[in-house]
């Protein structure tokens, strides 16, 4: 027997459908599907180093650019400036494709590692210092050349001047030793690491008077991860370094410098009357007794209260306290 709705249920029911409360024809709504997060990765970039170790190439390579700097505006007689500009990682094929063309490209084994880094130099750069090897003003060599071997042989001396500082900066992490594996003109025939892998780009700009150009070195990413450990300890090293041993680092390089020393016989007074009627032979008469000691100055500046004595046929200088104001 069908139910029979109430005055009051069927009056509830209409008010239900007049204020969308209760809706009898649709369908109960469908659950969203359940979202899966996505990331993009790149391949590519599997063997990249970390930042801490980027780092610490770019404090290596800033070093070794001051050496550079140094070392050859005395090869060259010349001011040289050498500023580092960039510390990027790149694909190999990235790499060789920013250089130009011809150009300066060694490559350049490292023992013991079984790996080779690369050193690219301008051909801005290369003309200019292989005039001044050969006595000129460093003039540029007009329209786009490939050196020659003749030229190639000269410019040699700056590789190896390159490499020398580059093994000093390099000290503190490991000792290696540089040696040129092969040189040309066309970066592309020299494939150190596959075109894909990955590589820290160096770049440093050199000035030599009114020419400017670009060093580019080239170190592959998997020879730095198999390192990582040299880099973490030396880096841990540098930073437990006390101010002691950097003050015992600065006497060991000022040891060799020459300094004027002087003994001096001070507090005796002469008039200027006197000063002015003195000629050869006469006898000044000072104030001090025959037995008071001389003061002992270097660069001027009194240190040392002493004698003066003969020794072995010269004057010498016996101390016998400090010089106290």
């Not at 060799?256 to 001070?266: C, Y």
């Amino acid at each position: 027997m069908d139910k029979i709705l109430s005055q009051e249920e069927i009056n509830a029911l209409f008010s239900a459908m007049t204020s969308d409360e209760l809706d009898l024809g649709s369908p109960a709504p469908e659950k969203p599907p359940a979202q899966h997060k996505v990331s993009l990765y790149d391949f590519r970039c599997a063997d990249r180093i970390s930042q801490d170790q980027m780092r610490s190439i770019h404090l290596l390579h800033d070093y070794f650019g001051r050496n550079f700097s140094s070392s050859l505006s005395a090869y060259l007689r010349a001011f040289v400036d050498v500023t580092l500009i960039s510390v990027d990682q790149v694909a190999y094929s990235e790499f060789l494709k920013l250089l130009p063309d011809p150009t300066l490209f060694t490559s350049i084994g490292m023992r013991p590692l079984d790996n080779n880094m690369a050193m690219e130099l301008n051909p801005s750069l290369v003309f200019p210092m292989i005039d001044m090897l050969l006595g000129g003003p460093g003039n540029a060599s007009s329209g786009d050349r490939s050196p020659t071997e003749i030229e190639m042989n000269i410019i040699e001396g700056v590789i190896r001047l390159a490499m020398r500082d580059l093994r000093e900066a390099w000290r503190p992490i490991m000792e290696l030793e540089f040696f040129i594996d092969g040189s040309g003109t066309k970066p592309q025939m020299f494939q150190i690491v596959s075109p894909a892998d990955t590589v820290v780009s160096v770049g440093l700009e050199i000035k030599i008077g009114e020419n400017s150009g670009m060093m580019n070195i080239c170190i592959p990413s998997r020879m730095l991860k198999v390192i990582r450990n040299k880099f973490d300890q030396q880096w841990s090293i540098q930073r437990h370094k006390t101010a002691g041993s950097e003050a015992e680092r600065i006497i060991d390089l000022l040891r060799s410098a020459d300094l004027k020393i002087s003994g001096e016989m001070r507090n005796s007074k002469l008039a200027v009357d006197g000063l002015l009627s003195i000629s050869a032979g006469d006898v000044i008469a000072l104030s001090q007794r025959v037995d008071d000691p001389v003061i002992l100055c270097i660069c001027g500046i009194p240190k040392f209260k002493g004698r003066i004595i003969v020794r072995r046929g010269k004057k010498a200088f016996e101390i016998q306290e400090h010089f106290v104001n």
